[in-house]
């Protein structure tokens, strides 16, 4: 009966862990029996291993099955594999006593940490060919297969993994497992090549000719590498699946031969390892340089804009001026306040990582350094500061402004009006034919006009101080408003000298009348029928000029209308009024919001007791929630649009301005994000440094206690008492010495970044520029160079191409073209060269 073999082997280790081998075609069963193929492929594969091994010893196995019942070979076997003594064996040929030497052999296989499932002496002394192939395989895991370790991944995994990088060059070869990716042969031949390329030409090898392949490969192997035969090609070729173990115990084999070689593959990974934090790092300066520039040219556009305090002459435009503040400080500058955030925290993780992986601190270009953009900034929010106020006093200005100029227009317009014609009645000569009555007559009338033109004296020096106040102002049209202001002026004196002329004409043929009247008194005396008459009509000529009525008419036509002006103005505060009230009951909820989160932010960094990954999950959930409150900020903004289009600028409901808001929440984003990074930098350092969570509280504890200013960090004189409370003895000399590392850029300030960095500056087990140059020494083969081909076979594309890149030309003698100096190049990874 054909087995399934779906049945899964665990072989049991002492370390706390089970390590599963879920082979499909690996596992056998009690009652069951091995396919045949794969039977023969193991039994030829895993004998063929045991000699390799019992040779040392002098001594081989012929059946696998057979040659083990006696425990004695299978104890000889261990010994030469693992280089230990075993108990003596028990010399005698009866039962028990090859099942003694079994079980010793089994008890040594045990103290190894291997527990064995369903592996007993007695099977291996009855010759159960499925149990001794078993036994055999979980020597060959333990002994030859579970060491491997490539990348941080061990056992077969291991051992795939190494195989896919030794033949990931080759065409054709693409290993996936252990079963059918081998078939072809092709694999083989390139794990050969890759290591002993004189052994054969692999441009030359046929896909198409499996049979070949495997021949070619097994033959160099035992001729040249001293690895047994232990497969058959024609089996793995007729086999539709070969079997995994017997694959993977001859692939073993090779890993074993070529161990010298690892350490070659070794100083490649330290070197990838290196350059790959070397890449990550020079990565994050172009980012944070690009960031930096374009950060820095946005400040410099805009500041110039915010300091130009040059006022536009109508109100449309300073609203406009307003509305572009306002999207500036809504739209605009919102997305900078987190650049230059992310600036600063980018800034401060690629120092910790440059810290953590013994690399020189990162200095920017000239004219990037924080310090700049800081300095920039602040220049911002100075043009900034005061920027709104001044827009809005300017609203205020040219509102009072427009005012007093429609007052203006109207005082002027109602005199105007008053005056039209004026000078032409007072320019009239109808005295020189009137009578005395007459004259008499419009010398009322004259008195009655000079009165009226004493009244109006009053009008036109408010128009004439209105426009005075214009000037004053510089309103933009004051020009026509003087203009028109000189004409009324220049008529007003006018008039003034017309109606003293008309009233000194008036008196003198007054006079000259009365004159003439006295002579024909007589006259008038005679008759006085007709005089009656004339006095009449001189009566009601007089009604005539009663110009009164027409006035008081005109009042009480704008007496509704002011009525009218008064009710839309009380509506209009009303409305004044509802904003007020929309926008601070917003205002009074937000700025409270806004603080009390700050507070759980500042609470939560300080905490000492719950681990890193704790404090970074709440952090996470805060960054969440504000985030989330965006909306409230939003609406708060419309409201305050509103408010502004009204040209509202007090509110006696609360005390927040937008502005204190904006400033705020600003604020908030920042310190999350801040936070949020020194959590993170915390925790590379911890595990770089391998800090426990016992030592980072009690840095955090120290820390707390000595920053009295509770603004998390401490001066010179709090860091100086914790040192000491922490049994430094510390000279003067040497606390120079000590700030100088937690402080290069002389703050006077200790952050706690600086202060872990301090604590565990001897603990890092990082790379060293040693180490780097020891490992291309490796990949050149002891030379003081390396070549451009070596660097191309040796390491990932990728590597290479950065290597051969930034590596100078060598200048020792001896060397052949194209040298490369992998020393001056290790060395300036590390800041200790001028590369």
């Not at 051992?159 to 078939?183: D, E, G």
């Not at 106020?389 to 040219?398: Q, S």
Request: aromatic share 8%; charged share 30%.
């Amino acid at each position: 009966m054909m087995m399934t073999q779906m049945e899964t082997t665990v072989v049991h280790y002492d370390n706390g862990y089970e390590e599963q081998y879920m082979l499909q075609e690996d596992e056998w069963d009690r009652d069951m029996l091995l396919d045949p193929a794969w039977e023969q492929q193991q039994r030829k594969t895993f004998t063929a291993w045991c000699n390799s091994h019992l040779r040392k010893a002098g001594t081989q196995i012929e059946n696998i099955e057979e040659d083990f019942r006696n425990g004695l070979k299978l104890m000889l076997l261990l010994e030469v594999i693992s280089g230990e003594r075993l108990p003596k064996p028990d010399r005698g040929k009866m039962r028990f006593h090859k099942i003694a030497n079994v079980n010793k052999a089994l008890d040594y296989i045990t103290s190894k940490g291997v527990k064995l499932v369903s592996i007993g002496a007695e099977e291996i002394t009855d010759g159960n060919v499925k149990m001794t192939l078993g036994m055999i395989w979980t020597i060959i895991l333990r002994f030859a297969i579970q060491d491997i370790n490539v990348e941080e991944t061990s056992a077969k995994e291991g051992l795939l993994l190494w195989c896919q990088r030794k033949t990931a060059p080759y065409r054709n070869v693409n290993v996936q497992n252990f079963h059918i990716s081998w078939k072809d042969g092709l694999a083989f031949c390139a794990l050969i090549h890759r290591h002993r390329p004189d052994l054969l030409d692999y441009s030359k090898l046929n896909k198409d000719d499996p049979l070949g392949n495997l021949n070619l490969a097994f033959d160099l192997a035992e001729k040249h590498l001293d690895i047994p035969k232990m497969l058959d090609a024609e089996d793995i070729i007729n086999t539709p699946k070969p079997d995994e173990r017997a694959i993977m115990t001859y692939v073993s084999c090779f890993y074993h031969a070529f161990a010298g070689a690892e350490q070659a593959e070794t100083a490649a990974n330290r070197i990838c390892k290196v350059l790959g934090v070397n890449q990550e790092n020079e990565k994050m300066m172009e980012e944070y340089e690009k960031l930096a520039s374009e950060l820095l040219e946005w400040i410099r556009r805009t500041t110039p804009w915010l300091e130009n305090r040059s006022p536009e002459k109508t109100m449309l435009e300073m609203q406009r001026k307003l509305e572009d503040f306002r999207d500036y400080r809504r739209q605009h500058k919102p997305p900078k306040v987190q650049e230059k955030c992310q600036l600063e925290i980018n800034f401060n993780t690629l120092q910790t990582k440059l810290r953590i992986s013994n690399r020189p601190a990162y200095m920017p270009s000239e004219g990037r350094m924080v310090s700049d953009i800081a300095s920039a900034w602040q220049g911002l929010e100075q043009a900034e500061k005061g920027f709104e106020e001044w827009l809005l006093t300017e609203i205020r200005r040219l509102e009072r402004l427009d005012h007093l100029a429609e007052k203006f227009r109207q005082k002027a317009t109602t005199h105007e009006n008053w005056a039209s014609g004026k000078e032409e009645i007072l320019s009239q000569l109808d005295y020189e034919t009137a009578t005395l009555t007459e004259i008499r007559a419009l010398l009322r009338k004259h008195e009655a006009f000079e009165s009226d033109l004493a009244a109006h004296q009053d009008r036109v020096e408010q128009i004439a101080a209105i426009a005075q106040e214009l000037n004053e102002l510089d309103y933009h049209d004051v020009a026509a408003v003087n203009q028109r202001c000189q004409s009324i002026c220049d008529l007003w004196d006018k008039l003034g000298t017309l109606t003293q002329k008309r009233r000194e004409s008036l008196e003198r043929t007054e006079k000259l009348l009365e004159t003439i009247d006295q002579l024909f008194l007589e006259f008038a005396k005679r008759s006085a029928p007709f005089n009656n008459w004339m006095e009449g009509a001189m009566e009601d000529l007089q009604d005539m000029f009663i110009v009164h009525t027409t006035e008081e008419v005109q009042v009480k036509k704008l007496v509704p209308q002011r009525d009218s002006s008064l009710q839309e103005e009380m509506a209009r505060q009303h409305s004044h009024e509802r904003l007020r009230r929309q926008f601070a009951a917003q205002a009074n909820l937000i700025g409270p919001w806004i603080q009390t989160r700050m507070e759980e932010i500042g609470r939560c960094s300080l905490e000492i007791g719950g681990a890193l990954e704790d404090q970074m999950t709440q952090l996470k959930q805060f960054e969440h929630i504000i985030v989330a409150y965006k909306p409230n900020i939003d609406k708060l903004e419309v409201d305050h649009q509103l408010i502004q289009e009204s040209l509202v600028f007090d509110n006696k409901h609360t005390n927040y301005t937008m502005e204190h808001i904006r400033v705020g929440w600003e604020l908030l984003l920042t310190t999350i994000a801040r936070t949020i990074n020194e959590i993170e930098t915390q925790i590379l350092t911890r595990d770089a440094k391998g800090i426990s969570q016992k030592q980072m509280n009690e840095f955090r504890s120290s820390f707390n206690h000595f920053d009295r200013k509770k603004n998390g960090a401490m001066d010179t004189d709090d860091f100086r008492a914790c040192l000491i409370s922490m049994g430094y003895d510390l000279g003067e000399a040497e606390f120079a010495r000590i700030m100088i590392l937690v402080d290069p850029s002389g703050t006077g300030i200790v952050s706690f970044q600086s202060f872990i960095d301090f604590m565990t500056r001897e603990t890092a087990d990082t790379d060293t520029s040693e180490q780097v140059v020891a490992s291309f020494r490796i990949l050149a083969t002891d030379k003081p160079y390396i070549l451009v081909e070596e660097l191309r076979r040796e390491l990932p594309p990728e590597q290479a191409e950065y290597c051969i890149m930034r590596m100078p030309p060598y200048a020792g003698h001896g060397a052949p073209p194209g040298a490369l100096d992998y020393t001056a190049f290790s060395t300036a990874l590390y800041g200790e060269s001028d590369l």
